[in-house]
């Protein structure tokens, strides 16, 4: 249960009591009582209230590009530039990928010419 919330978990109940007298009547008039047993038929149940805890932990901080790789490409470092063309390949830059990158994102730069997933693998 989320920290600030409460909730009844077990209701609470009036109990029940038999208590049996012995009554001493002098003339019509009531004149003794005595206790002779007193026995509780139906025991109280308490209430329980549940106080909740549980404090959700903060989001983890999003995960950045390390030293200038494009997040859209994993495994290799394909840099962050106005566009960025396979090296080797036709392209005119201005940067260059020189190496195989798993498509992670968006294919930004169009590096995965055959849309099977990998950047710069033929």
């Given at each position: ?5 409460s909730a009844v978990t077990t209701a ?102 055959d849309g099977d997933g990998w950047a710069?693998?033929?």
């Open positions: 249960m989320v920290q600030g919330q609470g109940q009036n109990g029940e009591r038999t208590r049996t007298y012995r009554v001493t009547l002098t003339d019509g008039k009531e004149t003794k009582r005595e206790l002779v047993s007193d026995t509780v038929t139906v025991p109280p149940v308490t209430e329980v209230t549940s106080v909740g805890t549980y404090v959700e932990p903060a989001a983890p901080p999003p995960a950045a590009a390390p030293g200038g790789c494009d997040p859209n490409y994993a495994d290799a470092c394909v840099p962050i530039a106005s566009d960025v063309d396979c090296a080797g390949g036709k392209g005119n830059g201005p940067a260059y990928f020189d190496g195989v990158a798993r498509v992670v994102g968006r294919d930004i730069y169009k590096l995965d010419g710069c693998n033929g």
